[in-house]
């Protein structure tokens, strides 16, 4: 499916609109601190982002860098976490903090190829790194951004997992404005959570 300029800049125009009416506040949008935002990612897989704002700023202020990250206990984080559920998670946070301190010296790379090059990290989570850390102009593709893409132009993955559809992610990559990178992506997840398309 190819877009015409004018379909992609209205529908731009349309999401960045939307998102200024319908602004959510919270914490790890007030940042671009690359691990700040990692930890976010890694908190919000497969849970309700209610649950997150309760426990999000526990986890940084316990937990302020990745070399934190790195040291940490598995029973100190899950005790913290526990509440969000998904087994496993804390164990998963603390190996990619040690990835990252041991083979990249602490620092979360600007490079997507280098990010879902590092275990535990894949399309979309290292997609939002680069979107919300270093305002690159991509666009995240999830459930929500899914059923957006479908419903405003009728685009449906033949792939049985969509989120892994590179058609789907090119598809969505042309979407992208020269501006308000994070602001249209959050637009984006923030307008396909309340639809309810399947």
């Not at 379909?7 to 940042?31: A, C, G």
């Not at 202020?61 to 790195?70: D, G, N, S, V, W």
């Not at 041991?102 to 894949?122: Q, R, T």
């Not at 929500?144 to 792939?159: A, T, W």
Request: glycine share 4%; aromatic share 14%.
């Amino acid at each position: 499916m190819k877009l015409s300029d004018k379909e992609i800049f209205d529908f731009q125009e349309k999401m960045l609109q939307w998102y200024r009416e319908n602004y959510r506040s919270f914490p790890w949008r007030e940042t671009t601190e690359p691990y700040a935002i990692l930890v976010s990612e890694f908190l919000l897989q497969k849970t309700h982002v209610r649950k997150v704002v309760e426990i999000y700023p526990n986890v940084i202020e316990k937990y302020p860098t990745l070399q934190y990250m790195a040291e940490a206990e598995v029973n100190d984080l899950e005790k913290i976490i526990q509440p969000l559920g998904f087994h496993n998670r804390a164990e998963r946070m603390i190996k990619m903090a040690k990835i990252f301190v041991k083979e990249n010296e602490g620092i979360i790379p600007d490079n997507f190829d280098s990010l879902v090059a590092i275990k535990g990290i894949g399309w979309y989570i290292a997609t939002a790194l680069l979107v919300f850390a270093f305002e690159q102009k991509r666009v995240i593709v999830d459930t929500n951004v899914i059923k957006v893409i479908k419903l405003e132009f009728g685009y449906i993955s033949d792939n049985a997992r969509p989120r892994t559809d590179k058609a789907l992610w090119k598809f969505c990559q042309d979407l992208a404005p020269d501006k308000y990178i994070r602001e249209f992506n959050w637009a984006l997840l923030d307008y396909g959570a309340e639809l309810n398309v399947e």
